[in-house]
């Protein structure tokens, strides 16, 4: 078996970060311009196909041939690219070394992933490479000093043309080098099963209605402009969407000093009834405008391809922490839901680009069309959604993990965890929680503590659910929290054996297990590298690179690691503690259950356009009536996992036209 690793650089008009590799690849004048290449670890050698220069007959070879294992990174850009011209290439043969980074706990990125490893300045990226990327793989704009060209050819900077192939030869010594320093910590088989599936599913896509997308562009333009030409004539402001010019308004209209203008603030004020209609009128428009964002559709509108399907809509270990997929271009996984009804009426309007008719029938405009994102995806003519999602999958598997046998109890039969959680709490039984009795407004604590205290929260987790909101005095946090707790003894073990082991594992070596989780020390002494892992029961691991125990604030052993930062994008040591932990677990088990089930519909013939969280969407030509496609694919989601078969899984879902929050 060989070994030939990768570097392409290419040329099209169409951008890559707002339209996908797929929209950029399929382009007609997309090119590949540079291929970098080693083969078994020898120098670099590069084709300069922009100047003439070919692929030798045994490179082409390679590249289709299972002999040749081809690794890149972030191979499914260099897969696409090369599938363009040599037809669908085979995703086993491939291995993406972005993606065995972000297994072992590393961030994307080729320059950061080699500044976290530690690599030496001659192995990492050369910091013109932007620079260069920007010069020849982009339109540039035409001017009287370029001769009005709108693209950069080599021979128009013979100089800069070196530095950009010596910039891409880098980038296999890099990747090479990333791959060699990763490699104590392999990727199991059956995960890199799972990245040629994605793989696979994110070059699938799926249909969209071009139609809808567009009138809710036309729409919402026409709303947006409406709205800012009546908030100028009422407040004689030049921009009244800008922050600070309305601020100074309403606070001269008001008397009141304004610290911000966000929607709670808004909110509040539209509540004072000393305000006047001018004042009031000024607040909904802000709110309005808040609501007519067309992003989500202007993202369809950039990404969808010349067959009227958008690709690459997911990121499979998008987040390493737990190896869950992320959402990319749309971002699928935090689509607003879809309350409207009846929605075929609002889509047809909204097609039509019906304005008085969809205002009159469903208000808000701006809201309907948010509602709306989701019904965009659709199947195509002939073939029908199948859309199936776990029932409250991290409960149930947090439940597992603890070994919390009521709790297990509740989802092997009648599932109902808020009033069974409600009935422990408070010595209730639980057939008096039902609407129509007094005891039914203690679900409403059983609900919020189910949701907000499984991962060590505590009454600042309670208000952050929307205890608050739900009506719940601040004063009864404190209660909430002591006896959800006590009711669940055996998470809130787990919680402190997982604080514990962790503390021991990090500052003695060894391995430790807590119940079906594997805690361990991993070094490579060879690379200096250091991590602690958590082998799950799908045999997958979870690393934190460099773990070290310092103090809190509370005076206490404080487990930390080095990360990615969420707010700061930066690489940077992370606090994390007991129920963190068990979070982490609990979320990467339920992704295996997910990546498991997705593994078996497509073996089944179901083919999965995409997935959210916990909920897959299949497209498939109906075989027979729905309640029978249906129960199938629930079928298989509530089959038992071959590594927790007595994890109790449920599934429910519907079918239909186009996508939708059911």
Same mark, same amino acid.
């Given at each position: 078996?060989?070994?030939?690793?990768?570097?392409?650089?290419?040329?099209?008009?169409?951008?890559?970060?707002?339209?996908?590799?797929?929209?950029?690849?399929?382009?007609?004048?997309?090119?590949?311009?540079?291929?970098?290449? &080693?083969?078994?670890?020898?120098?670099?050698?590069?084709?300069?196909?922009?100047?003439?220069?070919?692929?030798?007959?045994?490179?082409?070879?390679?590249?289709?041939?299972?002999?040749?294992?081809?690794?890149?990174?972030?191979? !499914?850009?260099?897969?696409?690219?090369?599938?363009?011209?040599?037809?669908?290439?085979?995703? &086993?043969?491939?291995?993406?070394?972005?993606?065995?980074?972000?297994?072992?706990?590393?961030?994307?990125?080729?320059?950061?992933?080699?500044?976290?490893?530690?690599?030496?300045?001659?192995?990492?990226?050369?910091?013109?490479?932007?620079?260069?990327?920007?010069?020849?793989?982009?339109?540039?704009?035409?001017?009287?000093?370029?001769?009005?060209?709108?693209?950069?050819?080599?021979?128009?900077?013979?100089?800069?043309?070196?530095?950009?192939?010596?910039?891409?030869?880098?980038?296999?010594?890099? %990747?090479?080098?990333?791959?060699?320093?990763?490699?104590?910590?392999?990727?199991?088989?059956?995960?890199?099963?799972?990245?040629?599936?994605?793989?696979?599913? =994110?070059?699938?896509?799926?249909?969209?209605?071009?139609?809808?997308?567009?009138?809710?562009?036309?729409?919402?333009?026409?709303?947006?402009?409406?709205?800012?030409?009546?908030?100028?004539?009422?407040?004689?402001?030049?921009?009244?969407?800008?922050?600070? +010019?309305?601020?100074?308004?309403?606070?001269?209209?008001?008397?009141?000093?304004?610290?911000?203008?966000?929607?709670?603030?808004?909110?509040?004020?539209?509540?004072?009834?000393?305000?006047?209609?001018?004042?009031?009128?000024?607040?909904?428009?802000?709110?309005?405008?808040?609501?007519?964002?067309?992003?989500?559709?202007?993202?369809?509108?950039?990404?969808?391809?010349?067959?009227?399907?958008?690709?690459?809509?997911?990121?499979?270990?998008?987040?390493?922490?737990?190896?869950?997929?992320?959402?990319?271009?749309?971002?699928?996984?935090?689509?607003?839901?879809?309350?409207?009804?009846?929605?075929?009426?609002?889509?047809?309007?909204?097609?039509?680009?019906?304005?008085?008719?969809?205002?009159?029938?469903?208000?808000?405009?701006?809201?309907?069309?948010?509602?709306?994102?989701?019904?965009?995806?659709?199947? !195509?003519?002939?073939?029908?959604?199948?859309?199936?999602?776990? &029932?409250?999958?991290?409960?149930?598997?947090?439940?597992?993990?603890?070994?919390?046998?009521?709790?297990?109890?509740?989802?092997?039969?009648?599932?109902?965890?808020?009033?069974?959680?409600?009935?422990?709490?408070?010595?209730? !039984?639980?057939?008096?929680?039902?609407?129509?009795?007094?005891?039914?407004?203690?679900?409403?604590?059983?609900?919020?503590?189910?949701?907000?205290?499984?991962?060590?929260?505590?009454?600042?987790?309670?208000?952050?659910?929307?205890?608050?909101?739900?009506?719940?005095?601040?004063?009864?946090?404190?209660?909430?929290?002591?006896?959800?707790?006590?009711? =669940?003894?055996?998470?809130?073990?787990?919680?402190?054996?997982?604080? =514990?082991?962790?503390?021991?594992?990090? *500052? +003695?070596?060894? *391995?430790?297990?807590?119940?079906?989780?594997?805690?361990?020390?991993?070094?490579?002494?060879?690379?200096?590298?250091?991590?602690?892992?958590?082998?799950?029961?799908?045999?997958?691991?979870?690393?934190?690179?460099? !773990?070290?125990?310092?103090?809190? +604030?509370?005076?206490?052993?404080?487990?930390?690691?080095?990360?990615?930062?969420?707010?700061?994008?930066?690489?940077?040591?992370?606090?994390?503690?007991?129920?963190?932990?068990?979070?982490?677990?609990? +979320?990467?088990?339920?992704?295996?259950?997910?990546?498991?089930?997705?593994?078996?519909?497509?073996?089944?013939?179901?083919?999965?356009?995409?997935?959210?969280?916990?909920?897959?969407?299949?497209?498939?030509?109906?075989?027979?009536? %729905?309640?029978?496609?249906?129960?199938?694919?629930?079928?298989?989601?509530?089959?038992?996992?071959?590594?927790?078969?007595?994890?109790?899984?449920?599934?429910?879902?519907?079918?239909?036209?186009?996508?939708?929050?059911?």
């Amino acid at each position: 078996m060989h070994h030939l690793s990768i570097d392409l650089e290419t040329y099209s008009s169409v951008p890559l970060a707002k339209a996908g590799a797929q929209k950029y690849i399929q382009s007609p004048d997309f090119q590949i311009l540079l291929f970098a290449y &080693s083969v078994d670890g020898a120098p670099v050698e590069i084709i300069d196909l922009a100047r003439g220069e070919y692929l030798p007959p045994w490179l082409v070879q390679a590249i289709t041939s299972p002999d040749y294992i081809k690794h890149a990174y972030n191979a !499914p850009f260099e897969w696409g690219c090369l599938s363009k011209f040599l037809g669908a290439l085979p995703p &086993s043969q491939w291995r993406c070394t972005m993606f065995h980074g972000l297994y072992c706990g590393y961030t994307a990125g080729l320059e950061a992933t080699g500044k976290a490893l530690g690599l030496p300045e001659d192995k990492k990226k050369l910091n013109t490479g932007k620079a260069l990327i920007r010069y020849f793989c982009v339109p540039c704009k035409p001017s009287k000093a370029n001769g009005q060209r709108t693209r950069n050819l080599p021979h128009h900077d013979p100089a800069k043309w070196e530095l950009f192939r010596e910039y891409c030869r880098q980038d296999v010594v890099t %990747e090479m080098e990333i791959e060699r320093r990763l490699s104590a910590f392999p990727v199991p088989d059956f995960v890199q099963k799972q990245w040629e599936t994605d793989l696979i599913i =994110n070059a699938r896509g799926v249909a969209v209605d071009m139609e809808l997308v567009d009138g809710a562009l036309s729409l919402g333009a026409t709303v947006r402009q409406n709205l800012m030409t009546e908030a100028m004539q009422l407040s004689g402001l030049n921009n009244p969407n800008s922050v600070a +010019q309305l601020t100074e308004w309403l606070q001269e209209e008001t008397g009141e000093e304004l610290a911000d203008l966000r929607k709670d603030t808004v909110a509040r004020l539209l509540k004072e009834d000393n305000n006047s209609l001018k004042v009031r009128r000024m607040l909904e428009i802000r709110q309005e405008l808040g609501k007519t964002s067309t992003k989500k559709y202007d993202a369809i509108e950039a990404a969808v391809c010349a067959d009227g399907r958008v690709r690459g809509l997911l990121q499979f270990y998008g987040a390493n922490r737990t190896g869950r997929w992320a959402g990319r271009l749309v971002q699928v996984q935090n689509l607003p839901r879809t309350y409207t009804e009846p929605l075929d009426l609002a889509r047809e309007m909204v097609q039509r680009r019906n304005l008085d008719g969809l205002r009159a029938v469903y208000g808000s405009v701006p809201d309907t069309l948010s509602q709306l994102i989701r019904t965009a995806f659709i199947a !195509p003519e002939g073939h029908v959604f199948i859309d199936a999602d776990f &029932s409250a999958i991290e409960a149930r598997v947090i439940s597992w993990l603890a070994g919390e046998q009521w709790r297990l109890e509740v989802f092997r039969t009648h599932g109902k965890i808020y009033e069974a959680s409600a009935s422990q709490m408070f010595g209730v !039984p639980l057939e008096h929680i039902k609407k129509g009795r007094p005891e039914y407004a203690l679900r409403q604590k059983g609900k919020v503590a189910e949701l907000a205290l499984g991962y060590q929260g505590s009454t600042g987790a309670l208000i952050n659910m929307g205890a608050l909101d739900m009506g719940i005095p601040e004063t009864d946090l404190p209660d909430i929290v002591s006896r959800w707790r006590e009711a =669940n003894k055996r998470i809130r073990d787990l919680w402190y054996s997982m604080d =514990n082991a962790a503390i021991q594992v990090i *500052t +003695q070596g060894g *391995t430790v297990g807590i119940n079906s989780l594997i805690l361990s020390r991993e070094y490579d002494c060879n690379q200096g590298t250091d991590c602690m892992t958590i082998t799950l029961p799908s045999g997958r691991k979870l690393y934190y690179v460099s !773990p070290s125990i310092g103090q809190n +604030q509370w005076d206490k052993p404080s487990i930390a690691y080095m990360g990615m930062d969420q707010k700061t994008k930066r690489w940077k040591r992370i606090e994390t503690y007991g129920g963190k932990l068990v979070e982490n677990c609990v +979320q990467a088990i339920a992704r295996d259950c997910l990546a498991d089930t997705i593994e078996r519909l497509e073996a089944a013939g179901l083919p999965v356009i995409f997935h959210v969280h916990d909920e897959v969407v299949i497209d498939v030509a109906p075989w027979t009536d %729905e309640d029978t496609m249906l129960d199938l694919v629930c079928s298989i989601m509530r089959t038992p996992i071959s590594w927790a078969p007595d994890l109790p899984l449920n599934a429910d879902g519907w079918v239909g036209h186009y996508f939708r929050k059911d």
